[in-house]
């Protein structure tokens, strides 16, 4: 049974991924994650802002004793003993990088485009792999057209690939007008591979106290169906990898992710209702199944069920939308 893939040039020994997650925040728990049997670990997102943030606050502080009391100096140790900046997070990145055996990627998720390029170069210096761009932003100015927007996506990639000789995916919203025109674009400007989709996170109203208040459901099976669809879809007609993210909660999610034709299948939600020693479930359920069906390669089975492997292709377009409603069937009626 070979359940190698190749992820974007990196050879993986399967293609259960552990996806960036509380858990991949820690040197310990990237160590959990290989121990769990994950074949590759995406690190948590570093976030520009919360380097700006913590400068500016360390500055404030530092600022407001001096200007207050001049013997306050003596107050305070070495700047350099503050982990202001992203300092953690690359020696995290840089011990996971020499201390196992994995493929550990880098995650970013930046505001200005210096912070892309800075932050991609220290990513690659301390070891990553690869580096995920985290292009994590919802557009409320509504006098920005989506071209603007859809511009900034492909200037971010090119700057970051003119910076970096690793690997870099992007891990998409699945909002676009034309996802595949967009995909095609990003695969045409070098994207090694696309990570479909990202979660966003919508606020939710409390009724009670009037307030907006943050909301944050892990991911269920039924959430599959979308990047499903789009991986069917691009499965032959990009160049880059494809990745799955969202909705895996069995051994099932990743079978129909590989069907589709996913390179590899990230998870995060099913590693934190269970632990990080599910990674070895899911690729145990994978190993079942493939047996079962006789297919003897994770190769083999990859793309099988892709849009242009299938006998009706438009099971993936319009007349599937007209069969799927008249199929509903209402037993009170």
């Known amino acids: 049974m070979d359940l190698t893939t190749d992820y974007m040039g990196l050879k993986l020994r399967h293609p259960v991924v552990a996806s960036a997650s509380p858990i991949s925040s820690t040197f310990d728990g990237i160590r959990r994650l290989e121990d769990g049997g994950a074949a590759a670990v995406v690190m948590v997102s570093l976030f520009e802002e919360q380097i700006r943030h913590e400068n500016e606050a360390f500055s404030y502080l530092m600022e407001t004793g001096t200007m207050s009391f001049a013997e306050s100096l003596s107050y305070f140790p070495d700047f350099d003993a503050y982990q202001v900046g992203p300092e953690n997070y690359l020696n995290i990145l840089r011990q996971a990088a020499e201390s196992t055996d994995i493929p550990v990627i880098a995650s970013l998720n930046c505001v200005t485009g210096e912070g892309w390029i800075h932050y991609a170069r220290q990513m690659q210096q301390a070891g990553a792999k690869a580096i995920e761009l985290n292009i994590y932003a919802v557009q409320t100015d509504f006098d920005v057209p989506g071209a603007v927007v859809e511009q900034r996506y492909l200037d971010i ?146 793309g099988s069920m892709s849009r242009d492997k299938i006998a009706n292709p438009g099971a993936f377009e319009r007349a599937n939308y007209i069969r799927v409603l008249e199929s509903y069937k209402i037993d009170y009626l």
């Open 157 to 302: 990639l090119k700057a970051v690939k003119a910076v970096v000789d690793i690997p870099v995916a992007l891990k998409l919203s699945p909002f676009f007008s034309s996802m595949g025109h967009m995909a095609r674009a990003l695969d045409g400007a070098g994207a090694d591979a696309l990570v479909m989709f990202n979660r966003f996170y919508q606020p939710d109203i409390d009724i009670v106290d009037l307030e907006v208040s943050p909301s944050l459901s892990l991911s269920s099976s039924g959430e599959i169906r979308l990047p499903l669809l789009w991986i069917a879809l691009l499965r032959g007609k990009v160049k880059a990898s494809l990745a799955a993210t969202r909705g895996v909660e069995s051994s099932d999610e990743v079978i129909k992710y590989l069907l589709a034709g996913a390179d590899v299948v990230m998870t995060t939600s099913s590693l934190l209702r269970n632990g990080p020693h599910y990674l070895g479930t899911l690729v145990h359920g994978l190993t079942y199944w493939m047996e079962a069906r006789g297919f003897e390669s994770v190769e083999r089975l990859r």
